[in-house]
């Protein structure tokens, strides 16, 4: 009856029923795929590098320059290098003995303009023979950041405001007499300087820093343990020979106590 009944169908089974049509999905082109993870990191390049606009912006002429630069420099472990500063800033000091400060600064500038424009004549001459065009041959040091920051600025001057009132503050309690002792260590280095000062003028003084820094690091680091050994005798004298003028002077007490 079933088989010869032409309205009657077999029931149909969950697996059997035509799935509802899924909406047409547009096809992504494999150029336009590779580029969302490309966009992605730079999404987080740019949301990394926020969180960095609230620290100051380093010129790009200073951020060679730290501390351990400057100690390399004195210890001479680029001779190269150390000997060019070494020799320039003879060189400016031994002028500046000669010539007035006006005059010297003339000089190296004429000096340094003569240089940067004969140079800047010959590229030009040269790009006109060989029909190239290389652009100025100082782009690279004309698009170099050398503008401090505002807070960079604030920054040096926090830290000059700070040594000039530890400084003033010292000099006060020195010509007050807070400490007896420290006012006459401090009378006897001034009447030191007296001699100093009649055999020697501000700029012989200053080549004489700049050769001691440039050679007493070099000199200590290779004689470190003799120098140590007579350093300790002499700071032993020294304050041996204070604590008795300390004892003997009335109303003179040590810091310890």
Not at 25 to 36: C, D, H, L
Not at 75 to 82: A, C, G, I, P, T
């Amino acid at each position: 009856y079933l088989k010869s009944s032409p309205h009657i169908q077999p029931m149909k089974t969950d697996e059997d029923r035509p799935s509802k049509p899924k909406p047409p999905t547009a096809a992504v082109p494999p150029e336009v795929r590779s580029e969302k993870p490309h966009q992605e990191d730079m999404h987080k390049i740019t949301s990394e590098g926020k969180g960095d606009l609230g620290k100051p912006a380093v010129p790009t002429f200073l951020e060679g320059f730290n501390k351990q630069k400057a100690i390399d420099l004195l210890y001479w472990r680029n001779v190269k290098q150390s000997g060019a500063v070494f020799s320039s800033v003879l060189l400016l000091l031994f002028s500046l003995t000669q010539f007035s400060v006006v005059s010297v600064g003339a000089y190296l500038a004429l000096a340094a303009l003569s240089a940067t424009i004969s140079f800047r004549i010959y590229k030009s001459v040269l790009q006109a023979v060989q029909k190239t065009d290389e652009g100025h041959p100082f782009k690279g040091y004309l698009e170099m950041e050398i503008a401090l920051s505002q807070d960079q600025i604030s920054k040096y001057a926090d830290k000059i405001l700070l040594y000039t009132n530890t400084c003033m503050k010292e000099l006060r309690r020195l010509f007050l007499v807070q400490d007896l002792v420290d006012s006459l260590k401090f009378a006897v280095l001034m009447w030191l300087l007296t001699y100093v000062g009649a055999l020697f003028n501000g700029l012989t003084l200053l080549i004489l820093a700049v050769v001691s820094m440039f050679t007493l690091p070099v000199v200590y680091e290779k004689h470190q343990a003799q120098i140590d050994q007579y350093v300790g005798l002499i700071r032993t004298h020294v304050n041996s020979v204070v604590g008795k003028i300390q004892a003997k002077i009335p109303g003179a007490k040590r810091k310890e106590e």
